[in-house]
């Protein structure tokens, strides 16, 4: 194991783990989102659960945290390492006869999703820390001194879409994670070594995959802004 | 016969900046191989006393894989599974302006105009792409291993690789993980390549790292652009050998 990643393929390995962890998040992520739409109350539930259960706050919070920081410093480490690895550019270049413009550009849409995750964190994390942990209110509920107040998740979720500037930066930033895994799927098991017989069918799910997520993630945010 | 606008690479030396020159070009036979069609320039060039273009080239027929031309911005130029002396000028058109320009990756220094220095490549062969076997009047009857046809097949396919670096010219990042990946795994594939499996995916791989080629972002330029049509499956074997390797070593 005599550092890993001190070599390109360690390097490249480590990426695609922390990317596999960050596609199978983000799954979980959407399950549970997507009942917001079908049932405020078991969204309200599910939610006060995650928030509050020490294994996922105390245990899988920090490594999902370290994963997304340590991907997009790779991602730029990388970026930095492949640029200097060509001193000259060419004078002209076809790269759209090789390649996808998905892969060439992992870069930029990482870095949207990067300014987006960033916003995210300042709409949802930051005031949710803030309230669990600074002013110290566990109960999850809208008014705490008010026992059958109700759960304040789902209200939060649908004030949060009310402004459609917000609606539409969500949505921007999911197309760019679409585009990010239109590539980025297959290619994390290209990195870990998996090419076998399996690719071909791999390939169609990852397709499915890559659109799906990030289209059910725009669904939501359009459903609460229009439905409420 | 065509009449073609070349804008040709010229570079003195390894120290020179270089820059792009337009050269004019006519009554080409699109018969002509593309380096034939180099060849009546240089012949132009000579007789109005000018510096020919220096480029590679020496087998002419695809197997030795030196002629290394960045053709309008595609390794070995339009077409696919072809080395540059395999482009035939019908492959242009009459009035074309023809881009020509040599490999660009920070391992691969240009030595003088088209030509590049690739001993690279060379260097991370010797760093592990052989296998040490006593040839001292015992060796086995190579037909005495079984091999597995389809091992076998794939360990051919992968020892097509002719080492002409346009994996490097074509990926944005200068990696050369096709190239490596092709040479690993033409020796992990058979029985007498396990010997040595383990020093030599360790011991390539950190050749390549020190010269300075890039890493592997999978966009599969290489696997489109390569002459021989070495698949992306040898990156991933590659990669599988070398996490096992380093869990081992
Ligand atoms: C936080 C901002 C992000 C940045 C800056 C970023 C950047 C990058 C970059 C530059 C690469 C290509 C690395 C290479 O050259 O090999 C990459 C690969 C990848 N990213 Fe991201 N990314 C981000 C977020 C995400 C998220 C949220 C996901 C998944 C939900 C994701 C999934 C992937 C996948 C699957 C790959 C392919 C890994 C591989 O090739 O092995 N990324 N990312
Ligand atoms: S892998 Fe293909 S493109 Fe790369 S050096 Fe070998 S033959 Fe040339
Ligand atoms: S000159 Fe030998 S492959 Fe082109």
Not at chain 1, 115 to 131: G, K, S, Y
Not at chain 2, 71 to 84: L, V
């Amino acid at each position: 194991m005599s550092g890993i990643l001190n070599s390109s393929i360690g390097r490249k390995f480590a990426m695609a783990l922390s990317a596999l962890f960050l596609m199978i998040f983000i799954l979980q992520h959407f399950a549970i989102n997507i009942l917001s739409v079908f049932s405020p109350d078991t969204f309200n539930d599910v939610s006060h659960f995650m928030g509050t259960f020490w294994v996922i706050q105390y245990l899988l919070q920090p490594v999902l945290i370290f994963g997304v920081i340590f991907h997009f410093v790779m991602g730029f480490v990388l970026e930095i390492k492949n640029n200097k690895a060509r001193a000259v550019s060419y004078t002209k270049n076809n790269p759209s006869g090789n390649s996808t413009w998905m892969s060439r550009n992992m870069i930029w849409s990482g870095g949207f999703i990067l300014v987006f995750l960033i916003i995210h964190f300042i709409d949802f994390w930051i005031p949710e820390i803030n309230t669990k942990y600074i002013a110290g209110d566990m109960s999850g509920l809208i008014n705490p001194e008010i026992a059958d107040s109700g759960y304040r998740y789902h209200e939060e979720l649908v004030h949060k879409f009310e402004p459609i500037w917000r609606v539409a930066l969500y949505c921007i930033g999911f197309i760019f994670l679409a585009l990010h895994l239109l590539h980025g799927f297959n290619s994390s098991f290209q990195s870990i070594g998996a090419n076998n017989k399996y690719t071909k069918g791999l390939k169609g799910f990852a397709k499915v995959y890559s659109i799906g997520v990030p289209l059910g993630f725009i669904f939501i945010a359009l459903f609460h802004h229009f439905n409420h | 016969m065509m009449n073609l606008t070349l804008k040709i690479w010229r570079q003195k030396n390894a120290s020179d900046k270089g820059k792009m020159m337009d050269y004019a070009l006519s009554d080409v036979s699109p018969d002509m191989s593309f380096l034939e069609m180099l060849d009546v320039l240089n012949q132009e060039l000579i007789e109005k006393g000018e510096e020919p273009v220096a480029f590679d080239h020496d087998c002419r027929e695809g197997i030795c894989g030196t002629c290394s031309l960045y053709i309008n911005g595609r390794a070995h130029g339009p077409e696919t599974k072809i080395t540059a002396c395999q482009l035939h000028m019908r492959s242009f058109n009459d009035g074309d302006t023809i881009y020509i320009e040599p490999w660009r990756a920070k391992a691969f220094p240009v030595v003088k105009d088209l030509i590049v220095d690739r001993s690279a490549f060379d260097r991370i062969q010797q760093a592990g792409g052989f296998i040490s076997v006593n040839t001292s009047g015992n060796t086995q009857d190579a037909n005495a291993i079984p091999i597995e046809k389809e091992h076998a097949d794939k360990a051919f396919d992968a020892a097509t690789c002719i080492g002409c670096g346009a994996c490097v010219a074509s990926c944005k990042n200068s990696s050369a993980m096709l190239f490596v990946g092709a040479k690993v795994s033409q020796f992990a594939l058979l029985p007498q390549g396990q010997v040595e499996a383990t020093d030599r995916v360790l011991n390539m791989v950190k050749q390549m790292d020190e010269e300075g080629f890039g890493n592997c972002t999978n966009t599969g330029a290489c696997e489109v652009e390569c002459p021989k049509g070495i698949s992306l499956e040898n990156i991933a074997r590659m990669n599988q050998e070398y996490l096992k390797a380093s869990l081992k070593g």
